[in-house]
């Protein structure tokens, strides 16, 4: 893209050049992207959707950055970040609509307030609700698309809305049709959570948090669990005995605390971060005849 075609975008939300992805991103590293835009509506974001069409310019949505590794020489294109009016919420009984580009931890508040339960195994997870759909985000055996009715998506082939209900959007583990179908935007979903205490929900909320605080190494950036489980049995669990906790790349650590998880120790790179994956996944391959799929996406 050439300064003049980026100067010709005009939005009300934010439009940045040069942005550097490691500011965006959980693990801390990553290059500059061409175009960093936050379209604050749906017709900012038609009007984005729009220009790289026509434009042919790549480009990709991003929450929290909690499941992303941008590499070091940047994205070339236009990443995206829903603005305010995609975090807007309200409820109706037991049902919630709620923004894609809200918080998780923002939604979980607010049904909490209202004595709504259902969402407690998301505490913790630093992401958005839209990333949240789009990976089938879980823990502890549940995951999102069981509370899922409906989700309402801008198709950037023709700008047009589209409402998908649970059925269309194909989930599976860690997965959803939004991996594949990225010329889809979620905009918001509907979910539809269940009455209780509110001081019962609050002490689900505690113990996920303990749970996870008690699992999880915290003090560092990283991207949660790096790899999926395969079926019947845990990833943490298989690293661990091929004996790849506290495996070290540059400052790109397998984190002894939960070996599924990579840490950034400080100066790591996106490519320590990958030659990291790569030696771990071929030990587990060497050692248990398994090939550990990334929840992580790499751009």
């Not at 995951?143 to 989700?151: A, D, N, P, Q, T």
């Not at 303990?210 to 990833?235: D, E, H, T």
């Not at 120790?265 to 799929?293: H, M, N, P, Q, Y």
């Amino acid at each position: 893209m050439s300064l003049s075609e980026k100067e010709g975008l005009k939005i009300k939300g934010r439009v940045v050049v040069h942005q550097q992805m490691r500011d965006l991103i959980s693990l801390r590293v990553g290059g500059k992207t061409d175009l960093f835009v936050t379209p604050e509506d749906k017709k900012d974001l038609a009007t984005v959707l729009s220009f790289c069409k026509d434009r042919r310019i790549p480009h990709f949505i991003i929450g929290n950055g909690t499941k992303l590794l941008v590499k070091d020489d940047g994205f070339k294109g236009m990443v995206i970040k829903l603005g305010t009016l995609f975090k807007q919420i309200e409820n109706c009984g037991e049902e919630i609509i709620v923004g894609a580009g809200m918080d998780l931890s923002t939604l979980i508040d607010f049904v909490t307030e209202k004595g709504l339960s259902g969402l407690e195994f998301l505490a913790g997870i630093p992401g958005t609700v839209g990333g949240a759909i789009v990976r089938n985000a879980g823990a502890f055996g549940e995951s999102i698309s069981r509370r899922l009715l409906s989700v309402r998506v801008m198709d950037g082939n023709n700008n047009s809305d589209l409402i998908l209900s649970k059925e269309d959007i194909r989930f599976g583990y860690r997965t959803s049709i939004f991996m594949k179908r990225r010329d889809w935007v979620l905009m918001g979903a509907k979910l539809r959570l269940f009455p209780e205490e509110k001081e019962k929900i609050l002490i689900k909320l505690r113990e996920v948090k303990r749970r996870k605080m008690i699992s999880q190494p915290l003090s560092f950036p990283s991207a949660g669990c790096v790899f999926k489980n395969p079926p019947s049995c845990s990833a943490g669990l298989l690293i661990q005995k091929a004996g790849c906790a506290g495996m070290r790349i540059g400052d790109a650590e397998v984190s002894s605390h939960h070996a599924n998880f990579i840490i950034n120790k400080g100066k790591a790179t996106a490519k320590d971060i990958i030659r990291l994956i790569e030696e771990v996944r071929r030990i587990v391959k060497e050692k248990f005849g398994i090939t550990l799929e990334t929840e992580l996406e790499i751009i």
